[in-house]
C-alpha cells in the first residue's frame, strides 16, 4: 500500500477530536492506579493513556483523538503501528521470538546490520552491532573506542545527553532530573564547550571548536582521548544546532589525533533532520554512530556503526547481551528502513519544516518571547525567553504546554534550561493537522502572554 500524509498507516480517522477534557476521567482512574502500581521515580508528562496511534494522532482511552507532535520522543518517524513493521512483526512473532543471536544466529540481525552500513554517512567498510536501548549503544560506543585506541579519557560537550546509565549518566550534562542524587559516576569523562548559536554572542563554530579543542589538549592531552561523543543536533540539551563549521572541526581534531569520533544519532538520526543522518548536513563522516530511537518504528533496538577496523578489533565475546537485536525488534526495523527508503522519509521531513518553519518565524514576530526558531526537518524548536531579555522562561514554557494538551495536541519541551517547546511530529502526519496544531500553538502564546 502506498502511504501518503492523507491515506496514513492505520484506519485511524485522522482529526483532532475531543470528547472529554483532558485528561478524562478513565485516563485521570488510571493515573490514581499508576500512583499505587508503579514507582513514583518514573514520571509521566501528560496523563493521558493511549489505546491506538497512527498517522498523526494518538487516541486515548476517553476517546479523544489528539494529534501527536512527540513520535514518543522522536521514535515512531515512519509513524504508529506503520503497516511494514506491524507486518514484520506479526510475521516475525509467530515464527520465533528469541534464540539469543550469541548463541544460534538468525538473519535478521544480519540484515539489519547490513541495512545500517549502507544508510549510515561514508562508503567505507563497515561493521554494526546491535543492542535495547540508546544508553546501551552510546556504553558499547565507549568500549569498541577504549579497546581500539587502548585509551581510556572520553569527551562530550555541554547539553549533550547520553542517556540514564550510570555511564552515560555522566556523560550526560543536564543534573535535574537525570543525575540528581545516582551518582558517583564513571571517572575519565570530560565535557568541553559546545556550539549554542542563540547563546554564542558573536563567536562562530570553529571558534567554539578551538576553545573546545584548547581545553581538551592542556586539561585531558589529546593523547589520552579514546572517544569525543557529539550529537550532531542536540536532543534533549534543546535542539541546539550548532553553527556551521563546529561539528566537522571537532571531527577534524579527533581525526588528527588518533581519536575516535562519535555522532551520536540517537535522536538525530533516521530522517529525521531531512537526511538520513544529520552528519551528513555537516560534511562528516564519523568514525562511529550510535543509533535507536527512529530504528524500528518504536520497538527497542539500538546500534553501533562504524568503521570495520574499529568495530573488529574488539575480542570475540566482548560485545553483545542476551536480548540485543531481538529477532522481532529486527523485523521491525527492517520494515521501518523500507519504508523510509521506498516513502522518501527524508523529503517528507523536509516538507514538514518547510511548512513549519514560515509559521514558526512568523509566530516569533508576534511573540517577542519567542527568542530563537531553529532545527531541522521534522526536528524543530522555539526557546522561550523573559520578553527583552535573553533569560529562559521555563514556567511559560510549561504553560504553553499544559495549553496544548488541554486542546488535544501532545506536544515536549526540552533544554538545559527548560524553556524549549519542541517538534517531532511522525513523518505520516498529515498537513492538515499539523496546520491546526500550529493554530493551537499561537493560540497559547496569546493566552499565555
Ligand atoms: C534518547 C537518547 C539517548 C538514550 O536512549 P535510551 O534508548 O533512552 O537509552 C542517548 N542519546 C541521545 C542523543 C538520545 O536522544
Known amino acids: 500500500m502506498t502511504l501518503t500524509p492523507e491515506r496514513t498507516a492505520s484506519d485511524l480517522v485522522q482529526e483532532r477530536r475531543l ?3 483532558v485528561p478524562g476521567p478513565k485516563s485521570q482512574a488510571l493515573l490514581a492506579r499508576k500512583t499505587e502500581a508503579v514507582s513514583a521515580g518514573v514520571g509521566i508528562s501528560w496523563p493521558v493513556f493511549i489505546t491506538q496511534a497512527g498517522g498523526g494522532v494518538l487516541i486515548d482511552v476517553d476517546g479523544n483523538s489528539m494529534i501527536d507532535l512527540g513520535s514518543g520522543i522522536a521514535v515512531t518517524t ?3 503501528a506503520n503497516p511494514y513493521v506491524v507486518e514484520g512483526v506479526q510475521k516475525q512473532v509467530a515464527e520465533f521470538t528469541h534464540t539469543c543471536f550469541m548463541v544460534t544466529p538468525y538473519s535478521g540481525y544480519v540484515e539489519v546490520c547490513e541495512a545500517l552500513n549502507r544508510v549510515t554517512p561514508g562508503d567505507h567498510e563497515k561493521r554494526s552491532a546491535l543492542f535495547n536501548s540508546g544508553a546501551e549503544a552510546v556504553e558499547n560506543a565507549v568500549k569498541i573506542a577504549r ?5 581510556s579519557a572520553v569527551v562530550v560537550v555541554e547539553h549533550g545527553y547520553h542517556g540514564r546509565t550510570n555511564l552515560t549518566m555522566g556523560m550526560t550534562a543536564k543534573n535535574m532530573p537525570y543525575k540528581n542524587g545516582f551518582g558517583p559516576f564513571a571517572p575519565e569523562i570530560y565535557r568541553v564547550p559546545t556550539s549554542y548559536p542563540f547563546r554564542d554572542g558573536p563567536h562562530d563554530g570553529p571558534e567554539v571548536a578551538k576553545w573546545a579543542i584548547s581545553r581538551i589538549e592542556k586539561e585531558i592531552g589529546a593523547t589520552n582521548v579514546a572517544a569525543i561523543i557529539i550529537e550532531p543536533v542536540q536532543g534533549e540539551g534543546g535542539f541546539i544546532v550548532p553553527a556551521p563549521g563546529y561539528f566537522a572541526a571537532m571531527a577534524a581534531f579527533a581525526k588528527a589525533n588518533g581519536i575516535v569520533f562519535v555522532a551520536d544519532e540517537i535522536q538525530s538520526g533516521f530522517c529525521r533532520t531531512g537526511d538520513w543522518f544529520a552528519s551528513e548536513h555537516e560534511g562528516v563522516v564519523p568514525d562511529l554512530i ?7 518504528g518504536g520497538m527497542p533496538l539500538a546500534a553501533v556503526t562504524g568503521r570495520a577496523e574499529i568495530m ?5 565475546g566482548g560485545l553483545g547481551g542476551t536480548y540485543g537485536g531481538n529477532p522481532v525488534a529486527c523485523a521491525a526495523a527492517l520494515g521501518a528502513i523500507r519504508w523510509m527508503e521506498e516513502e522518501d522519509a527524508p523529503g517528507r521531513a523536509r516538507a514538514i519544516e518547510a511548512a513549519m518553519m514560515p509559521r514558526l518565524r512568523s509566530m516569533q514576530e508576534n511573540h517577542p518571547a519567542i527568542g530563537d526558531v531553529r532545527g531541522r526537518g521534522a526536528m524543530l524548536a522555539i526557546e522561550l525567553v523573559k520578553v527583552g531579555t535573553m533569560d529562559p522562561d521555563p514556567e511559560r514554557t510549561a504553560a504553553l504546554a499544559r495549553f496544548c494538551v488541554g486542546e488535544g495536541v501532545i506536544v515536549l519541551t526540552t533544554g538545559t534550561y527548560g524553556n524549549v517547546f519542541r517538534f517531532l511530529p511522525p ?4 498537513m492538515h493537522l499539523l496546520e491546526e496544531a500550529l493554530g493551537i ?3 497559547g502564546l496569546e493566552a499565555t502572554a
Open 427 to 430: 513523518l505520516t502526519m498529515p
Open 147 to 151: 579497546v581500539y585506541t587502548q585509551r
Open 19 to 21: 470528547v472529554t477534557s
Open 290 to 296: 550510535t543509533t535507536a530511537k527512529g530504528i524500528a
Open 441 to 443: 500553538i499561537e493560540r
Open 312 to 316: 573488529d578489533s574488539v575480542h570475540a
Open 78 to 80: 515512519v509513524g504508529n
